[in-house]
């Protein structure tokens, strides 16, 4: 049965395998801040294909933030 | 968002230059930056051979990937440093790299330390004293005289690397927290050949953020090393652009800023000639290659104090995949 998605449902965002539930209604930007990743040291990809921060997250949806920054 | 050109949904937001664009026309904006960057500081032109130098990172793939589409004749150089304890870290960096060139059908040359030296880099700093704490600076050390030796031995124009502006913004900072002039005053997009026996050496993504290349790499399709080098973790370069990404939150552009305004005070006289102490340069008696006191050079002090390897070095021509 399809599970029905609430405006209480929060969005994931993953980081290097970790799954990180935030409250949706806010923009990708501000819940990237607040999980302690610069918003600069990552990109989010959904279904495949890059988003910008500005993005309102929805109930239930997945994004992946591929970290940029490497070094050695 | 949408996409300043076409009005489509954005792919990505550079807040840095105020511009927002789609998939496709972000494919088209990178290398039309690239171009630019290497046409403003003369790094090599159409008709030259140039040899990239690829780690199966996003930003060296990234770098063959562009310059190749724009047209230049250019070669790519993969050193297998053998760190593969429990990771296949290099392994699987090598085949990245030649699933890659196979794809374009590019000349792709491979030399592997283990093979040509006798051991790995791990194995190697275990067993010397520049390496004991931790192996990058001998790391370091391998891959310059290697990129170095191939770049010569195959009349290449010039050796591009894929430092991003990143790379060069932490660098920056770190060389300015302890005001080394002599590191300062070589910083540069282009350093140039400037004996016989040096590799001229270009950064074409100097002025491209971390994050754009990272963004090319993903839209591109480009398959690349995603996992760290397991000895990177506490590196003074994560440190530095970590930093620096905090001020960007805040003030969008001033990592470019920082670089563009350093190379120009550089060129505006900030730095007195002299004021690196450049040292003389020697050839190494084993190797050729310049060093920079008299005798045998670091490289060769290295392999002998391993007794791994022996003189005089093998492989004038580094074994290549080419395009078949």
Sequence with gaps: ?72 | MKCRKCGAPAAINMRQHKLALCRSHYLEWIPEQTERAIEHYAMFRRGEKILVAVSGGKDSLALWDVVHRLGYAADGLYIDLGIDEGISYSSKSRALCETFAAARSLTLHVVSVPREYGATIPEAARNSQRGRRKPCALCGLVKRHIMNRVCREGEYAALATGHNLDDEAAVLLHNAMTWSGGYLVRQSPVLSATRPGLARKVKPFCRTYERETAAYTLMSGIDYIYEECPYSEGSSTLYYKDILNRIEEDRPGAKLQFYLAFLQAKEQGLFAPGASGEAELHDCPQCGQPTSAPGKCAFCRLWETLGTSSAPFPTPHPPTTSPS
Excluded: W
């Design chain 1, 1 to 72: 049965m399809r599970r029905m998605e609430t405006s209480s449902s929060p969005a994931t965002l993953i980081h290097r395998g970790k799954r990180f539930e935030v409250r949706c209604g806010t923009t990708l930007r501000d819940a990237v801040r607040k999980l302690g990743f610069s918003p600069e040291s990552v990109l989010a990809v959904r279904n495949g294909e890059l988003v910008t921060d500005d993005r309102i997250l929805q109930p239930g949806e997945e994004i992946q933030l591929v970290a940029v920054i490497s070094g050695g």
